[in-house]
C-alpha cells in the first residue's frame, strides 16, 4: 500500500502569509493540528503544528501579541516529505526516526496531500488483517 491510498488530499494548507491566527483558526475549524505552508508554487516549504505555537507561546507568554505573525515563522522550515509512491512502511520508519508527526506527500513536484503517523498505522494493521483473511488465517 502507497501513501497516495491513505494521505489526506482535501485539508486546509497556509500561504506564506498566512498570520498565526490563521492557522489557528485553520486548525480549530477543520481539527488539524499541523498545517503545511506552500509557496506560490503549491510547494511545502513549512509545517506548523499546534505545539510549534505552544512552544513559542511559553515562551513569549502572550499568543495575542503573535497572532498577526507569519505562521510559517514558527513552523519547520524546508520540510521532510514523501512521495506518493512511497511504501506506507517505509514513510511510517522516516516519521518515527525523524519525529515527524506530520509528512507532507507529493505527487511529482506538486503537493498531494499530508498524512499523519495514525494513519499509517491504521493502513499497516488494516494490511495485515486483510493478508490474514486472504491466507485464510483471519476470521
Not at 4 to 26: G, Q, Y
Not at 106 to 127: E, S, T
Request: hydrophobic share 40%; proline share 5%; aromatic share 6%.
Amino acid at each position: 500500500m502507497t501513501l497516495r491510498e491513505v494521505l489526506h488530499a482535501h485539508i486546509p494548507w497556509l500561504t506564506k502569509e498566512s498570520t498565526v491566527r490563521d492557522a489557528v483558526d485553520k486548525m480549530d475549524i477543520y481539527q488539524f493540528p499541523a498545517l503545511v505552508v506552500l509557496d506560490d508554487d503549491r510547494r511545502p516549504i513549512a509545517v506548523v503544528t499546534e505545539g510549534d505555537l505552544c512552544r513559542v507561546v511559553s515562551r513569549r507568554d502572550s499568543l495575542t501579541g503573535m497572532a498577526a505573525d507569519p505562521a510559517y515563522l514558527y513552523g519547520s522550515q524546508e520540510p521532510t516529505t514523501a512521495q506518493a509512491d512511497t511504501e506506507i512502511g517505509e514513510a511510517f520508519h522516516r516519521m518515527l526516526s525523524s519525529g515527524l508527526t506530520i509528512l507532507p506527500v507529493l505527487d511529482g513536484p506538486d503537493f498531494a496531500g499530508i498524512v499523519l503517523r495514525v494513519d499509517l498505522m491504521q493502513a499497516m494493521l488494516l494490511d495485515v488483517h486483510v493478508a490474514n483473511e486472504t491466507d485464510g488465517d483471519g476470521e
